[in-house]
């Protein structure tokens, strides 16, 4: 089931620099599309989420884009900070279907 | 604030055992979900539950798998026979509807198949 793919497993970035991290989805069914930020130990937490009517929402230092003709999403960080270092998953679901997710991408922001 | 909650968080079993899986999720929700996460790969959708039923399995959710909500408050996760691949974490998660946003998920329970 490979829906959602997140094709870089890391990211490196420096402090105050921005973290852009991909995903693309296949099912065009998907209306609603989050991310999640995972440390270690702990369960998934949620970040920022965007519907299919929208193409950008912005949250503090998090923006999520959404391009639907690519099937494309992008979570930016900016500034990015030592303390976002974690592993992010993109998730995808259908209306009244259930969320599926990337492998995620693993962020290291070094001081 | 209200949060999923999880038992155990580690177990360790021997492979053909039975083992289940705890979970409290938030009150007011009504879609339970478990997921896993085999160590360094993606999070996986399991099932889905909602009014006293399943409402979604993937394929890896097979016979050996079950879940049930024996009262108001627990939703619980039933491995019959444990197999060396079942080793993962299990997070449990709810959300109050099925377009409500996001999932909020437990912290997991670490299976351990020896």
């Known amino acids: 089931d490979q829906q959602v793919k997140q094709n870089s497993p890391s990211l490196s970035v420096q402090e105050g620099r921005i973290s852009i991290l991909n995903c693309d989805y296949t099912n065009s069914m998907f209306d609603y599309f989050l991310w999640y930020k995972k440390y270690p130990a702990e369960g998934p937490t949620f970040l920022i989420s965007i519907s299919s009517i929208k193409d950008k929402n912005e949250d503090g230092r998090f923006t999520v884009f959404l391009n639907k003709s690519a099937k494309h999403l992008s979570l930016h960080i900016v500034p990015s900070q030592p303390g976002d270092s974690a592993v992010y998953f993109c998730?995808?679901?259908?209306?009244?279907?259930?969320?599926?997710f990337g492998a995620g991408t693993r962020l290291t922001v070094k001081p | 604030e209200p949060e999923v909650t999880q038992t155990p968080s580690h177990q360790v079993t021997q492979m053909g055992q039975e083992v289940i899986l705890r979970c409290v999720p938030i009150?007011?929700?009504?879609?339970f979900y478990w997921y896993r996460q085999i160590l360094g790969q993606k999070v996986e959708f399991l099932v889905s539950?909602?009014?006293?039923?399943?409402?979604?399995k993937s394929e890896i959710f097979d016979d050996q798998f079950s879940v049930e909500r024996p009262d108001g408050s627990n939703f619980t996760l039933k491995i019959r026979s444990t197999k060396l691949e079942d080793s993962a974490m299990y997070f449990c998660?709810?959300?109050?509807?099925?377009?409500?946003?996001?999932?909020?998920f437990g912290e997991g329970s670490r299976l351990t198949v020896l």
């Open positions: 009150s007011n929700h009504l879609y």
């Open positions: 539950f909602y009014n006293n039923e399943i409402s979604e």
């Open positions: 998730a995808a679901s259908a209306s009244n279907n259930d969320m599926r």
């Open positions: 998660a709810s959300r109050p509807g099925p377009n409500t946003g996001e999932l909020f």
